[in-house]
C-alpha cells in the first residue's frame, strides 16, 4: 500500500510560477512510475507528465510541454511537479499518482494509487 499526499498548489497570478510536491509513504518508491494529472471544473481529468522509476524518462502531455517539470528524488520518496508561465487554463485540481508496473502510460486507469490532491488557481 502506497499513501501519497500532494502539497504545493496556490492561488498564483499568469506567468508565475508553483511548485508542486508528492510525498510518498513505502519502501519501494524507486520502482513505481508517478504522475501528475489534472481536474478542472467540468472536465475530464486529464494526465499533465509522467515519470520512471529511475527518472530517466518522462512523458508530458501537450499543453504543459515547455512549461512544467516532472522530476522525482528517490532517497526522498517524493516528487514534483515544476510549473512555470502558469496560465488561466492551468486551473485545476492537481493529483499525483503511483502505478506499481513499469512503462510510462497516461491513462489514470493504470495507476495504482491516489492522493488527495491540491488546488492551483492562477488568476488572469
Known amino acids: 500500500q502506497v499513501q501519497l499526499v500532494e502539497s504545493g498548489g496556490g492561488l498564483v497570478q499568469a506567468g508565475g510560477s508553483l511548485r508542486l510536491s508528492c510525498a510518498a509513504s513505502g519502501r519501494t518508491f524507486s520502482s513505481y512510475v508517478m504522475g501528475w494529472f489534472r481536474q478542472a471544473p467540468g472536465k475530464e481529468r486529464e494526465v499533465v507528465a509522467a515519470?520512471?522509476?529511475?527518472?530517466?524518462?518522462?512523458y508530458y502531455a501537450d499543453s504543459p510541454k515547455g512549461r512544467f517539470t516532472i522530476s522525482r528524488d528517490n532517497a526522498k520518496n517524493t516528487v514534483y511537479l515544476q510549473m512555470n508561465s502558469l496560465r488561466s487554463e492551468d486551473t485545476a485540481v492537481y493529483y499525483c499518482?503511483?502505478?506499481?508496473?513499469?512503462?510510462?502510460?497516461?491513462?489514470?486507469?493504470?495507476?495504482?494509487?491516489w492522493g488527495q490532491g491540491t488546488q492551483v488557481t492562477v488568476s488572469s
Open positions: 515519470i520512471s522509476g529511475s527518472a530517466t524518462s518522462t
Open positions: 499518482a503511483a502505478r506499481r508496473f513499469s512503462g510510462l502510460v497516461t491513462r489514470g486507469l493504470d495507476y495504482n494509487y
